[in-house]
Structure formats: structure tokens, C-alpha cells
């Protein structure tokens, strides 16, 4: 075959053609030392580009990019393509492409692309795997949650309740019964919670008799679970401090003020983004009282709370 005369020939690596003359050697940042690409004058000449590395391909790519610099490209987490040009990332996961992103309907929890891995929560919302992976099942890590929370309310808000109201996951059944029961005993006292749902509550903050308690949807993602645990928290502060509270507004916007900086606190800006966004009461009531701690403070918010009662 004649290998052992031929073996000081230089070959092109594009086109295959020997190298007369003067060849040209590129390399990629990344490989390793003495890894090059030799190519003809030719090649060098007409080859497109990477246009990310500028080493010569030996053909165009859909890409516009080497093998090498494509592979280091991150991956859309909906599509599994590499992306190239601009990308997102939801509540700091990512990247997503702007495909999906335009293609896909949002998750309702962290508005990332939702892709066939999805989960229909029992008040409707659809979450996608992301959020489904931090979901809350277990007492231990809902009463760790809990708990932190509460230290963060009282130090980002400043209040806290006297009386102690535990934190119980339940299971859907087990929460319509609380709801049913909560609105049976005291019409009054769930005068805020006038149009609750029970096919469609995630949480509730009840009273009977001495006990008190927070109950919140087993499953829920960890974002919705804090969203959730905070705004029943404040309810349960108005239960002690403004118990007969009745303007509506006020008894949710608070609510809904507190969950929004809880989240804000777990670094959650685009479930905040989304709150704030709602154009129902409770979208209402959040705007009031961000107005007034923007002109007043926090701690206005918390005693137009208490006197209003
Ligand atoms: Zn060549
Ligand atoms: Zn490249
Ligand atoms: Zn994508
Ligand atoms: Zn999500
Ligand atoms: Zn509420």
C-alpha cells in the first residue's frame, strides 16, 4: 500500500486532498494540547466558519457552528436543543429557548415551557417537572419550611403570632373537610374566604373552638407551598389581631402582600412578577398594600390591618 513512504504526507482534513505547499493548522480553545485541524489553502479559502470559534467547517451547519463549539452550547430544557441565541431561565432555572418559549404553554407555578412531563395540581394549575421535583410531601420538610418562614416574616415584616398555630400537610379529601367544617361552624370568621372552592384551595387557615391551625395540600411545589403557608400565615395573624376584619380588600391584600415577600425572599421574582399581575381581588388587594408600604412602610400595612377591625 505504500503507508511507510506516504507517512510524512499531509492530507487535508476538509477535503481529503494532500497538502502541497503551505498547509494551515487551526485549533480549538478547548482541545487538547496538540489536537489540531490541518487543512489545505484551498479550505482555508472557502470553508464557512464557525461563527462562534472561527474554525472552517467542512460544511455549512444549521447552526453556523463547529462540532466542538456546539456541543459546549447549554441545551433548551424543554426541546433539548442547543441554544444559540438569546435564552431564559424561569424563578432561576434554565436556559429555555425563545422557540419553546413562544410554542409552549407556560407552567402555571414558574411560567418556564412546559413539556409532556406535567402535573395538573388539584386547584387546576399545571406545573411542570421542575416544580414538581421541589414539591413538599413529607411533615419534616413542610414544618422546616414553616419555620423559617416565620423567622423571615418577623424579621422582613416585623410581626409575629402569640398564640402557636402548627402547619398540617393534608390530602385533598382531608382538606374539603376543614374547609366544609371551617365554613359550617363560623360563617362569620369566613367572611374572607367567601368564595373559597374546595375543589380548587390549596390551603386554609382554620380555628375551632381553642385549636388553630395552617393546613396546607400535600404535593404542593416548593414555591406554591411557601406562597401558600405565608399568605394563611397572615391570615392567622388577622384571626388574632383583627378578628372581625370584613373589608375584603384589606383581609387579602394583606395576605397576599406577606406571601409576596416571602417568595421574594426565596428568590422567586417571576412568581412575584405573576402575582402582581393578577387582576382579580386578590391581584387588587396586593396592589393597595405594596402602595401604601411604598409611601408609608410595612409596618403601616400592618396596622391599617389591625385598625381596620
Ligand atoms: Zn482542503
Ligand atoms: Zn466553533
Ligand atoms: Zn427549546
Ligand atoms: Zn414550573
Ligand atoms: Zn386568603
Redesign the pocket.
Known amino acids: 500500500m505504500g503507508a511507510a513512504s506516504k507517512r510524512q504526507a499531509v492530507f ?1 482534513q ?4 494532500r ?1 502541497v505547499g503551505k498547509g494551515r493548522s487551526f485549533r480549538h480553545e478547548t482541545w487538547p494540547e496538540g489536537v489540531t485541524l490541518s ?2 489553502a ?2 482555508e479559502r472557502d470553508k464557512p466558519r464557525c461563527q462562534r470559534c472561527g474554525l472552517p467547517l467542512a460544511a455549512p451547519s444549521a447552526s453556523g457552528l463547529c462540532e466542538t463549539c456546539r456541543a459546549s452550547l447549554p441545551v433548551c430544557l424543554a426541546c433539548g436543543r442547543p441554544v444559540t441565541g438569546k435564552s431564559l431561565e424561569f424563578d432561576g432555572i434554565g436556559p429555555y429557548c425563545l422557540d419553546c418559549y413562544r410554542t409552549r404553554p407556560p407552567c402555571d407555578i414558574c411560567g418556564a415551557p412546559l413539556t409532556d412531563e406535567r402535573w395538573q395540581l388539584s386547584d387546576g394549575r399545571i406545573s411542570c417537572q421542575h416544580c414538581q421535583a421541589s414539591a413538599v410531601f413529607t411533615p419534616d420538610v413542610a414544618g422546616a419550611l414553616y419555620d423559617q418562614m416565620k423567622k423571615a416574616v418577623f424579621s422582613q415584616l416585623g410581626f409575629e403570632l402569640n398564640i402557636p398555630t402548627g402547619l398540617a400537610l393534608v390530602d385533598r379529601n382531608q382538606l374539603k373537610e376543614v374547609i366544609r367544617l371551617q365554613t359550617e361552624d363560623k360563617p362569620v370568621q369566613s367572611a374572607g374566604h367567601q368564595d373559597l372552592d374546595p375543589e380548587r384551595t390549596l390551603g386554609i387557615y382554620a380555628r375551632r373552638g381553642m385549636r388553630r391551625g395552617i393546613y396546607i395540600q400535600t404535593g404542593l411545589p416548593r414555591m406554591l407551598f411557601l406562597q401558600v403557608a405565608a399568605h394563611e400565615y397572615a391570615h392567622a395573624w388577622q384571626g388574632e389581631n383583627c378578628p372581625i376584619l370584613s373589608d375584603r380588600l384589606v383581609h387579602e391584600g394583606f395576605a397576599e402582600w406577606v406571601a409576596y415577600h416571602m417568595i421574594g425572599y426565596y428568590g422567586y421574582r417571576d412568581s412575584q412578577e405573576r402575582m402582581l399581575a393578577r387582576q382579580d381581588g386578590y391581584g387588587r388587594g396586593l396592589k393597595w398594600a405594596l402602595g401604601l408600604e411604598q409611601s408609608q412602610g410595612a409596618q403601616t400595612v400592618v396596622d391599617a390591618c389591625r385598625n381596620m377591625a
Open positions: 487535508c476538509l477535503c481529503g486532498r497538502i487543512i489545505c484551498a479550505c
